[in-house]
Nanobody, 122 residues
Framework: QVQLVESGGGSVQSGGSLRLSCAAS????????MAWFRQAPGKGREGVGS???????KYADSAKGRFTISQDNAVNTLYLQLNSLKPEDTAMYYC????????????????WGQGTQVTVSS
């Protein structure tokens, strides 16, 4: 059974940092592309960034320069480093996995985690 489990969320003040983790189990981790999404209260889900099987990353404009995606294939874990956080970054953050980077960014990923909450206060 495939599982994606996010952790690392919490409450921080504006300008702070967090590192989110997404632990994958039940399948060959580096056979898929991975991505982070977020959904703020009352808003739709939006892509934050992705990483493909070659390690190439892509970010939404809102994340460029502040957020960094990385992965450790040895422990089947995807990371999202969040720096210079702003109140508008407050959201539930989800990881997702799919063989296709296009399907990921179309929010049609095969697998989704349950999310971890990030709250940024001003």
């Amino acid at each position: 059974q495939v599982q994606l489990v996010e952790s690392g969320g919490g409450s921080v003040q504006s300008g702070g940092s967090l590192r989110l983790s997404c632990a994958a189990s039940g399948y060959t981790y580096n056979s898929d592309c991975m991505a982070w999404f977020r959904q703020a209260p009352g808003k739709g889900r939006e892509g934050v960034g992705s990483i493909d099987r070659s390690g190439n990353t892509k970010y939404a404009d809102s994340a460029k320069g502040r957020f960094t995606i990385s992965q450790d294939n040895a422990v089947n874990t995807l990371y999202l480093q969040l720096n210079s956080l702003k109140p508008e970054d407050t959201a539930m953050y989800y990881c997702a996995a799919d063989p296709s980077i296009q399907r990921l960014w179309s929010e049609e990923a095969r697998y989704w985690g349950q999310g971890t909450q990030v709250t940024v206060s001003s």
